[in-house]
């Protein structure tokens, strides 16, 4: 990278007369982003991790608290975990070849691989609720001992979180049908990216912590 | 124009137009190495904690707490592209003070709660708690002739 920015290089080539360019020693050599937006969301998803390292500090605190109820290694399910998990990483890859072919302004498979993302986000959700609605049958529900109630609550957000990234995806994509990849749809998609990312980054911490180890004696 | 920031995984070069995100961005092949790992570093786990592998409980949760460590680094350098010259080391900054945060709050509350509950148990207090406690229980002896009968502390509860 040259000291001086290439605006002064064309200065200095192109007006010899002005001799008031100054030296290098004064300019800020760190590029200011014309947006801050994605600067913005970033510190957005930092507060969220504070959002869910309270509920992963709850369910430290709970996780072993079964009040004489079922504990996690009668509870979970893990071939079913680890079938969500994997849904989950393929939907990160998945949006990572939307990102791509966004770069590629390839707006028609953006737009598919936007679709695979939304539809294997949409399975896990599923797979989730059938859990859920499983453990409240069988009487395990939120209310019924702390450990359930820290897991469900820590599960739950982290479920909403996907939930309502899928309806931001489904909204993207109908605005990318209407108006194309605009810069602000493909700042917008970016954003996305971070959060479904995000997403999948707070997923590890859950498996690893609640369902993996909740089933340890 | 601005300089040309450094993409060590990049395979796909391409021009930064003025409309240019200012973000760092992957390559087909980062994501695939980012996946796979990834991958193993899941199956991993589950195989551990499935197959029984360890005989202590202790040793297998931390081994999967830094499998779970590992496996976010991946996330954040291969899916997030997370690295120093984001936004001007912003983000770097940002997510370091966020971890710090995390760390006092998932370490603080497992300590004082751990501490809470063994200090609270019954039978558990040290002699010097015994000195003090003499005192505070003829307090309580008295306020419990003095105050009316429970029973009607516990109609409060259907107040709304």
């Given at each position: 990278?040259?000291?001086?920015?290439s605006?002064?290089h064309?200065?200095?080539e192109?007006h010899p007369?002005?001799?008031?360019?100054?030296?290098?020693?004064?300019?800020?050599?760190?590029h200011?982003?014309?947006?801050?937006?994605l600067?913005?969301f970033?510190?957005?998803?930092?507060?969220?991790c504070l959002?869910?390292?309270?509920?992963?500090?709850?369910?430290a605190?709970l996780g072993?608290n079964y009040?004489g109820?079922?504990?996690?290694?009668?509870?979970?399910?893990?071939?079913?975990?680890?079938?969500?998990t994997?849904?989950?990483?393929?939907s990160?890859i998945?949006?990572?070849f939307a990102?791509l072919e966004?770069?590629?302004?390839?707006l028609r498979?953006?737009l598919i691989w936007l679709a695979?993302?939304?539809v294997?986000?949409?399975?896990?959700?599923?797979f989730?609720?059938?859990?859920?609605?499983?453990l409240?049958?069988?009487?395990?529900?939120p209310?019924?001992?702390?450990?359930?109630t820290s897991?469900?609550?820590l599960?739950g957000t982290?479920?909403?979180h996907?939930?309502?990234g899928?309806?931001w995806?489904?909204?993207?994509?109908?605005?990318?049908?209407r108006h194309?990849?605009t810069?602000?749809?493909?700042r917008?998609?970016?954003?996305?990216?971070?959060f479904?990312?995000?997403?999948?980054?707070?997923?590890?911490?859950?498996f690893?912590?609640?369902?993996l180890m909740?089933?340890l004696? | 124009?601005?300089?040309?920031?450094?993409?060590?995984?990049?395979?796909?070069?391409?021009?930064?137009?003025?409309?240019?995100?200012?973000?760092?961005?992957?390559?087909l092949k980062?994501?695939?190495?980012?996946?796979?790992?990834?991958?193993i570093?899941?199956?991993?786990?589950?195989w551990?904690?499935m197959?029984?592998?360890?005989d202590?409980?202790?040793t297998?949760?931390?081994?999967?707490?830094?499998?779970?460590?590992?496996?976010?680094v991946?996330?954040?350098?291969?899916?997030?592209?997370?690295?120093?010259?984001?936004?001007g080391?912003?983000s770097?900054?940002?997510?370091?003070?966020?971890?710090?945060?995390?760390v006092?709050?998932?370490s603080?509350?497992?300590?004082?709660?751990y501490?809470?509950n063994?200090?609270m148990?019954?039978?558990?207090?040290s002699?010097?708690?015994?000195?003090a406690?003499?005192?505070?229980?003829?307090e309580m002896?008295?306020?419990?002739?003095?105050?009316?009968e429970?029973?009607?502390?516990?109609?409060?509860?259907k107040?709304?």
């Amino acid at each position: 990278m040259s000291a001086v920015p290439s605006s002064l290089h064309y200065v200095q080539e192109h007006h010899p007369e002005i001799s008031a360019v100054p030296s290098s020693r004064y300019y800020v050599r760190e590029h200011h982003p014309e947006n801050g937006t994605l600067l913005g969301f970033w510190l957005y998803l930092m507060s969220d991790c504070l959002v869910f390292a309270c509920l992963f500090a709850t369910y430290a605190v709970l996780g072993r608290n079964y009040a004489g109820g079922p504990t996690g290694a009668e509870l979970f399910d893990l071939p079913l975990v680890a079938l969500n998990t994997a849904l989950l990483l393929l939907s990160s890859i998945t949006y990572g070849f939307a990102m791509l072919e966004m770069q590629r302004k390839r707006l028609r498979s953006t737009l598919i691989w936007l679709a695979v993302t939304g539809v294997l986000g949409a399975c896990f959700i599923g797979f989730e609720l059938y859990e859920f609605a499983h453990l409240i049958h069988e009487g395990a529900g939120p209310q019924r001992s702390g450990f359930l109630t820290s897991f469900f609550a820590l599960v739950g957000t982290h479920g909403l979180h996907v939930s309502f990234g899928i309806i931001w995806l489904v909204t993207l994509m109908f605005q990318l049908n209407r108006h194309g990849l605009t810069p602000e749809n493909s700042r917008r998609l970016m954003c996305l990216s971070m959060f479904w990312h995000f997403l999948d980054v707070v997923w590890i911490g859950v498996f690893t912590f609640v369902y993996l180890m909740g089933v340890l004696p | 124009m601005s300089g040309h920031q450094q993409h060590p995984a990049h395979v796909v070069q391409h021009g930064h137009d003025d409309h240019h995100l200012q973000a760092d961005h992957g390559s087909l092949k980062s994501y695939v190495t980012g996946f796979l790992l990834a991958v193993i570093l899941t199956a991993i786990p589950f195989w551990l904690v499935m197959g029984k592998v360890f005989d202590k409980s202790s040793t297998t949760g931390l081994v999967l707490l830094g499998f779970a460590a590992v496996q976010i680094v991946v996330h954040m350098v291969y899916f997030l592209h997370m690295n120093t010259k984001s936004e001007g080391g912003w983000s770097m900054l940002a997510l370091i003070f966020t971890v710090m945060l995390v760390v006092i709050m998932l370490s603080g509350s497992i300590w004082v709660m751990y501490h809470l509950n063994h200090n609270m148990m019954p039978g558990m207090m040290s002699e010097s708690m015994q000195e003090a406690m003499p005192e505070s229980m003829h307090e309580m002896d008295h306020m419990q002739h003095q105050m009316p009968e429970t029973h009607e502390m516990n109609n409060m509860h259907k107040m709304p």
